[in-house]
């Protein structure tokens, strides 16, 4: 599995972007990128399970493996959610499982630098590379613009 790493300089405090990344409102915002009207269902605390929907209820199964508030958070992908059913034992979840998803939020003159570092299987490896500096094009403007 080869992992593909992304960052981003957000003229914001550090604590603003974890917060920005990780809850709603925003949450929704920035991962609009990805699928329109995404979502996650769980918590945010290490050792619990979380689920990333589309509108539709289908997406990914996970854990978030460690979390260290406003510095790292690192998400361990576990199978696929489809018409509400998980599948964390089939052949084809097994042969990406687990991977992982982690953010590495650091002080940088000027704002926060983050660090998106997200392991990739099958044939979307090219939707990911092009997919993910716009969503974090997406939550810098997110994390830039005044509410």
């Not at 199978?79 to 059913?85: A, E």
Request: net charge negative.
């Amino acid at each position: 599995m080869k992992t593909l790493h992304f960052d981003i300089l957000i003229h914001a405090p550090r604590e603003h972007v974890w917060r920005s990344t990780l809850f709603s409102p925003t949450y929704e915002r920035w991962t609009a990128t990805f699928s329109e009207g995404s979502r996650y269902e769980g918590s945010w605390e290490a050792g619990t399970p979380i689920r990333f929907c589309g509108p539709n209820g289908d997406g990914m199964v996970a854990e978030i493996a460690e979390h260290r508030p406003a510095e790292f958070v690192s998400i361990r992908h576990l199978g696929m959610v489809t018409n509400g059913v998980e599948d964390t034992t089939s052949e084809a979840v097994r042969a990406w499982t687990p991977c992982f998803e982690n953010y590495t939020f650091s002080d940088e003159a000027g704002g926060t630098r983050v660090r998106v570092d997200v392991d990739v299987f099958g044939t979307h490896e090219d939707w990911m590379a092009q997919t993910w500096p716009e969503a974090l094009l997406a939550l810098k403007a997110v994390c830039e613009t005044p509410t």
